[in-house]
């Protein structure tokens, strides 16, 4: 541990198991550390550094940004959100946008999207159907759709007007609803990210949408982690040919500045009325000029087909290289959304890995999750396989 790191830890709450290390500098995938060492970066800040870092098109346009405007006022019009508003719409078959910053925040509004659109229909106790397994973010709201006890523990009372039901269960979701007149919407993420890279089937979704159509719910989706390209679509769901009413987007949205988003359209995309909503920081020039960018990049350099080539190039290289190994269950994924599953815990792998000059994430205990940079290239993702391998048996074999 360097002198850094036990100088800046005192009076930064404690809110995070650190790994002891402590980064200074990013090209590409790669991050280094104060100390120079480097770094293959399996987790991208977690699905947010899409373009990777120091991007040759990305940081110049941030540049020319920061000398014009960072930030405003939603008193006034923000011609950025117009035209980043516009690039989502084109994308998704939405109509309708609203920022914000953050993925909690996103789904926030989602919520209140639904919360508001059974009030307005005369529902005064509006109910919305969550997941075993979901994540959607730490605030009251978003903690309280989420399932892990541990996210939640401690900071009761939580909110009424949940339903949980087991995910890629159509019986079961009938069941729990069955004559629920309060029912106003289901809110689901297309692959269950921090609750172990689940993916939801494909026609699992398109019975969920029947569902909410013959209902008159909301279908909502949270693409925080699975949407801009991550799975190689721009969403996730188009996989499933199904469009929801609702999505929310975050993470990858703005290659590292913070960006979110919530996406609606049809009945959804009017519920929000002035004076429902807002957010000082939402839909800032600096923010707005990182989605688009993000955006045009991504296109530019068809980022699109390339995450599902490498990702399907990695899945398979994982396979070959872990897939036979007792103790790795399965390996599964969409693009670059890849989850490694063990028979056994491996929260340890995340220090060890770093050890080994790797950063990557474990979710769910057991899960060990890879979130690369869009552009990780064949290299790098051979070269993460042959880091990850001697880690992965000696995880084993402990
Ligand atoms: C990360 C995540 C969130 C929360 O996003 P924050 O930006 O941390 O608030 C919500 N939903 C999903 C699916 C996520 O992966």
Request: glycine fraction near 12%; aromatic fraction near 6%.
């Amino acid at each position: 541990m360097t002198a850094f790191i036990e100088a800046a830890s005192p009076h930064v709450m404690n809110t995070y198991g650190r790994v002891p290390i402590a980064l200074e500098r990013g090209q590409g995938c790669r991050v280094w550390d104060v100390n120079g060492k480097e770094y293959l970066d399996a987790l991208g800040g977690i699905a947010v550094n899409t373009l990777g870092h120091n991007h040759p098109k990305l940081v110049p346009a941030l540049q020319h940004q920061l000398t014009q405007l960072i930030h405003t006022s939603n008193y006034y019009h923000v011609p950025g959100q117009e035209t980043l508003a516009q690039m989502l719409v084109e994308r998704s078959l939405m109509t309708n946008v609203f920022f914000c910053s953050t993925g909690l925040e996103a789904n926030e509004a989602a919520i209140k999207i639904a919360r508001k659109y059974g009030v307005d229909q005369g529902i005064a106790r509006p109910e919305i159907v969550v997941f075993d397994y979901a994540f959607h973010g730490r605030s009251i709201a978003t903690m309280t759709a989420t399932s892990n006890p541990k996210v939640r523990e401690g900071f009761g009372p939580l909110l009424d007007g949940f339903i949980r039901v087991a995910p890629n269960d159509y019986a079961a979701l009938l069941a729990a609803t069955e004559g629920n007149a309060n029912i106003t919407a289901v809110m689901l993420e297309p692959i269950q990210g921090e609750g172990g890279l689940h993916p939801m089937r494909a026609d699992y979704l398109q019975q969920v949408r029947a569902l909410c159509d013959a209902r008159g719910w909301l279908l909502i989706l949270d693409e925080v982690q699975t949407g801009m390209g991550r799975t190689g679509k721009w969403f996730a769901h188009q996989w499933a040919g199904i469009v929801p009413d609702v999505m929310t987007l975050a993470k990858g949205l703005g290659s590292g500045v913070p960006v979110g988003a919530v996406l609606a359209h049809g009945k959804a995309a009017t519920v929000l009325q002035p004076g429902n909503h807002g957010s000082t920081f939402g839909g800032n020039p600096l923010a707005m000029r990182a989605g688009i960018e993000t955006i045009r990049i991504m296109e530019e350099d068809g980022l699109l087909a390339h995450t599902s080539a490498v990702g399907e190039y990695l899945r398979a290289a994982l396979r070959e290289q872990l897939g036979s190994m007792d103790g790795v269950l399965d390996i599964r994924g969409q693009g670059l959304m890849i989850g490694v599953e063990l028979s056994k815990p491996c929260g340890q792998l995340i220090g060890q890995a770093a050890e080994a000059g790797l950063l990557l994430s474990v979710t769910a205990d057991t899960v060990i999750r890879l979130v690369p940079p869009l552009i990780l290239s064949t290299a790098e993702a051979d070269e993460l396989v042959a880091k990850l391998k001697p880690l992965v048996q000696a995880v084993l074999a402990a």
